[in-house]
């Protein structure tokens, strides 16, 4: 059984409430939901990331130090050091205890459109990140949809299929077993327009199956994450589906409250049926 991740990206938005302050209302609500769920059988453990914009890295350390949240950067340099301004290499990451990093982040690939690279070089970019990662003994959360031309046109499984491919030439499929891949379609960040449940399911499933023409054992426990308008009505709806392993949350993890409903969902995981209605009891 593979553990969820709920994994709240905070991107370049100014919480509400200072930086410091959602960090602690978000570990508190955190304390809440496990004493709720200490007392119920069926629930099922979850992993809970944070990924604060870079700067606020220090306060994530003091606040959620020895707590069972872990945390992460954004994005990692391609480089091991040097002169490469304004990036942040893995072991300055790790220097800062973050368990996780982002990588291929759709927005982050807008940047390099913006250059005129195509989907094929960001893929090889994020491969290396990948390896950085991995070298650094970091857990890589690698990112990767289509784009709402891509899904009209049914690209969706070939550019799912060039980023897995080019992984697995990186690092040979094994190394998979250990990473997290985030599914996240473009036309659904950001937009209230979420996948449905069935849809992510079936490009999970996809995924899954792609790395098992490689490797079995690192199919069955590469965790794959959706993103993409998850909110705490839909949450659990989402989870529920068999290939879908917890979710990468944006603009719902800015909010404490909405960010716990949405991990309450991926502890009855376990439970749910399709159609299931996450109703948390508080
Ligand atoms: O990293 C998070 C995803 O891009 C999803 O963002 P969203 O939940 O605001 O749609």
């Not at 004493?35 to 944070?50: F, K």
């Not at 690279?117 to 970019?125: E, F, G, R, S, T």
Request: hydrophobic fraction near 40%; aromatic fraction near 8%; proline fraction near 5%.
């Amino acid at each position: 059984m593979r553990k969820p991740l709920v994994a709240g990206n905070w991107k370049m938005n100014n919480p509400t409430e200072s930086p410091r302050t959602l960090l602690q209302n978000i570990l508190h609500s955190a304390h809440m939901l496990d004493s709720i769920l200490s007392s119920s059988e069926n629930a099922l453990p979850i992993d809970i990331a944070l990924f604060p914009p870079s700067v606020y890295l220090r306060e994530a350390q003091e606040v959620l130090s020895g707590s069972r949240l872990q945390w992460g950067t954004q994005n990692v340099s391609a480089y091991d050091e040097g002169p490469y301004t304004g990036e942040i290499s893995a072991s300055m990451i790790k220097g800062f205890g973050c368990h996780y990093v982002l990588i291929g982040h759709s927005e982050r690939r807008c940047l390099y459109e913006k250059l005129e690279l195509d989907q094929y070089v960001l893929d090889q970019i994020v491969a290396e990140k990948y390896a950085q990662a991995i070298n650094n003994d970091l857990t890589p959360i690698i990112c990767i949809g289509e784009t709402e031309d891509d899904y009209e046109s049914g690209k969706t499984e070939e550019v799912i299929a060039r980023l897995l491919d080019i992984l697995i030439a990186h690092k040979g499929p094994k190394a998979l077993a250990n990473v997290v891949l985030a599914y996240e379609p473009v036309w659904a960040i950001g937009s209230g327009k979420s996948a449905t449940p069935e849809w992510a399911q079936s490009v999970h499933s996809f995924m899954r199956q792609r790395i098992a023409k490689h490797d079995q054992a690192s199919s069955e426990s590469v965790r794959i994450i959706y993103g993409g308008s998850v909110k705490a009505h839909n949450a659990a709806a989402i989870f529920c589906q068999a290939d879908v392993d917890g979710g990468l949350i944006g603009g719902a993890s800015l909010d404490a409250e909405e960010f716990i409903q949405i991990c309450f969902g991926a502890t009855q995981s376990y439970t749910c049926q399709p159609g299931y209605v996450n109703v948390p009891p508080w």
